[in-house]
């Protein structure tokens, strides 16, 4: 009998014409990558790598040799289909073309070739067509993560191709609407936008064809700074001049012809390529001898390093060339500026990583907390993928070595001031050391920048290339002013530029060669005092962008006249304009504009403009969140814009403190921190809370404040049991409950007592746990505080169910619902009824809990407060499942599961997945079950909880039910 296979999209096989069951996620896995590799032998370890990755079990070749079996059973019907045991390890046989992914490649393969444009374009539609959705579809692991974005980037090579093909065939009209979709989802891929502009200009719309450049150039502009490529600058150009070698003939087609799938998205993250770029044939040659096989059995060669001086164009080498061999890196380029010599504010390894672990597809929550977790979870993202990753302004090797991948099949360009020898004692790197331009070189570069001024005055081009050091960035600032102060000779610029005698050399202190600074000062002088002081101040600014609110705030002017000299320095080229009336600064001007205002604003001076930033910041996020949280009064002021506000500011709220924690301004982190972190808590990045947070730890402890530092402290052990940083967790609130105890603050130590109850529960140390809330409890109902009382039964209550005491629980439970209906809070009292629920048989009581259930999701999501919403969700989904409505708690469930991953909440998320689990197997979804269990595992594994990880062992089933019972007996919890 015949057999087809499908890998693009789910997994899946027929045998004639008849669908088989392929088993559960880790069966399917497992022929996934038999199928991917059809032909060719699979070692047991490749086996067990590319289906578990790290989180392969101690009996994984066991549980391969059964999952090897029953697939062998499930095509023994396809006679020509054949799964064998060889000395390489395991192979599927099988005709390659019954495979989709092999007949896909071969398709297009055959396009490339075809003898006519129509032969391809058929060809390239039979192979898109065979595309289902996403590849492996249902199936997470490593590696069939890394191969999923490499068959993402042949699918998007094959839709290029198409595109093409049916351009040249005059198909342009019936191309537009999947050209615009792509476009859409892509702004900055310039290829796309030059097939969109070529499309429109062909259908008669050349006005709109216009009007697509500018949108990119705009959004290169924007989003990096940077102008479009000399290809898609012809084409306006040519377009602008209906060129007429443009133009062909639309063609008859019959019948409607479908599009190529809409594009997925490959990183690609080169900024635009450098316009008139001159010199560097030695380098570029060097370069290229980079991508030659290796000789013999030597290992490829993985990192190539671009050294030398401050502006000598290190950058603009690398991404020139990285422009003109991308095509040898079909799985996409990644791109990260490391400012490794910024005085103030080099990229963390960390947040590097984390970049480029969302550019290959990797949800923000997924991302691990810990560096050296993200640069394993980065190098298994990489395997198997072809790629070019570019690592700009790096300042050390320690900055570097997280961020290099762990196979052969990528190549890293790295660029630095340094000579970073460990790169090539410890890694192998190739350096490549660059010098000034030739003086031959630099002359060609003015004049292709200037124009026929330098033909006019070529010694005295040589002189201005001379004052420039020869170096690049340095002469594109020169040829700039030049091209402004047209009335103005040469020989006047460079004789003006003789008397600043400053260099700029940031870390390479005393080169004699980085005259930058010469240069800059020369710009710098030409400003108006005005604006002059505009430019030193926005040096002091401790983020990377600012609102032109801000800058009226730091410079102590109106936003109008903050805007007209912002104006003023854009057109001097020394700021950039960004979206949303924000500006930017390159990092060399803001070191350079930072080192004028030591030099020319004094002390005082400074301190006012930065203190008048930070007081514009603290107030408006008071007034944000006073908005957001207006504790029981009318909002004064529209939600949406509030929320807009600190989200668009949320990272120079975040560097404004850290940064005032560090510099003095002490009080000001404290409250800044503490104003944030109600938002940052409701559902904003757990990581980004953890740095505010840990900055108020340190500015209280500098003020001797100890009610601050107790109060940032207990924020701080929120923000690490949300984490799964369980032990830190305990650490951080027991300092902040000694700090409360002696202060006799016992408000504040109930709530301590509480939280560290909560960290304990987490453990499995129940014991301990339910005497912490005793404790708080006894502190509430001294002060008088019945929410607390009711806070701290329902705590207890749920001890008690956890081991077992019902009817105990019951009691508590009880007691806590006529505390909260008392007082009115209409969360709580829903929270409760849904406990007494989940221990009641009666239909009445979970239908009066999902009312008040459904009651409170509805508010929380109006309020935004992500966190209470999968709170609410958990209460409901259970609610839901007890009452038998399984497919409606599944859906609330999933929804929990993706709410605390994006909110970085491990703990709750793997609590939801074991929860997710039982619904599904309730439903009859065993293997999806297990899957959700199987996550569920790994995470409380991770995390330290014990009774996550007994629920998630029960979940699964067959031997892991042995281990569950050990850890319920270890935890003395009843089974469930």
Known sequence: ??????????????????????????????????????????????????????????????????????????????????????????????????????????????????????????????????????????????????????LLSERFAAELDHNDVLLRLGRHGELLPSLSAAVA?????????????????????????????RRIRRSLADELGSDPGTGLSRLHERILAADPTLTVAPVETRGPQAPPPARPSVPAQLPADVRAFTGRAREFAALDRSLEPPDGDEPPLTVVLLSGTAGVGKSALAVRWAHRVREAFPDGQLYVNLRGYDSEQPVAVGDALAGFLTALGVGGPEIPPGVEERAGRYRSELTGRRMLVLLDNASSVEQVRPLLPGSGSCLVLITSRDSLPGMVAIHGAERINLDLLPMADAVVLLRRLIGARVDRETSVAEDLAGACARLPLALRIAAE????????????????????????????????????????????????????????????????TVHVEAVAALTGTEAGEARRLLGVLVRASLVHVGRGGRYGMHDLLRAYAAELAVRHDS???????????????LA?????????????????????????????????????????????????????????????????PVAEAVAVTASAVSAAVALGDREAQARALSDLG???????????????????LALYADLGEHAAEAVALRNLGSVHWRLGNYRQAAENYRRAGERYERLGDAAGQADASVRLGLVDARLGDEEQATKRFASALDLVTRLGDRFSEAYVISLLARLSRRPADLERAATHLEQSLAVMRQAGDRTGEAYVLTDLGVVYARSGRLAEAADHLRNVVVLHRRIGDRASEAEALNDLGQVLLAAGDAADARAQHEQALALAQEIGDRYEQARAHDGIGGPHRELAQQLFAALAVPLP
């Open 718 to 736: 929120r923000l690490h049991r949300r984490q799964g940083r369980l032990d830190e967790a305990v650490d951080t609130y027991r300092r902040s």
């Open 620 to 684: 408006g996020a008071v007034a944000a969140m006073d908005t957001l949280y207006p504790d029981g009064t009318e909002p004064d002021g529209d939600p949406d814009t509030a929320r807009g506000w600190i989200e668009a500011e949320r990272p120079n709220l975040a560097a404004a403190c850290t940064y005032g924690a560090a510099h003095g301004w002490h009080r000001f982190a404290v409250a800044l921190a503490g104003t944030m972190f109600r938002y940052l808590d409701a559902g904003g």
């Open 481 to 544: 002013l030049a091209a402004v102060r047209t009335d103005v000779t040469l020989a006047e610029l460079v004789g003006e530029l003789g008397d600043h005698r400053m260099r700029l050399d940031l870390l390479d202190a005393g080169d004699p060669r980085a005259e930058v600074r010469a240069v800059f000062s020369w710009s710098y002088q030409n400003l108006p005092g005005d604006a002059a002081r505009v430019f030193r101040l926005l040096g002091l600014h401790p983020g990377d």
């Open 1 to 150: 009998m015949t057999a087809e296979f499908g890998v693009l999209g789910a997994v899946e096989a027929q045998i004639a014409g008849r669908s088989v069951d392929l088993g559960h996620a880790r069966q399917r896995s497992v022929l996934a990558v038999l199928l991917v590799e059809a032909g060719r032998p699979v070692t047991i370890d490749q086996l067990i790598d590319r289906v578990w990755g790290e989180d392969a079990p101690q009996r994984a070749d066991g549980a391969l040799y059964s999952y090897l079996s029953r697939l062998r059973r499930a095509v023994a019907e396809a006679t020509e289909v054949k799964i064998e045991r060889r000395s390489g390890g395991y192979v599927l046989t099988a005709d390659p073309q019954t495979v989709d992914l092999h007949s896909f490649r071969r398709l297009h393969t055959l396009a490339r070739s075809a003898e006519s444009d129509k032969s391809a374009a058929d060809l390239i539609t039979q192979a898109l067509g065979l595309w289902r959705g996403e590849p492996f579809a249902g199936l997470d692991t490593p590696w069939l993560a890394s191969i999923r974005q490499a």
């Open 603 to 617: 002390g005082p001076d400074r301190k006012a403009a930065l203190t008048r930033l930070f007081d514009h910041y």
């Open 185 to 213: 989802e892509s702004p900055l891929d310039e290829r796309l936008a030059e097939q969109m502009m070529l499309a429109l200009y062909r259908s008669g719309r050349q006005a709109d064809a216009d009007e697509q450049y």
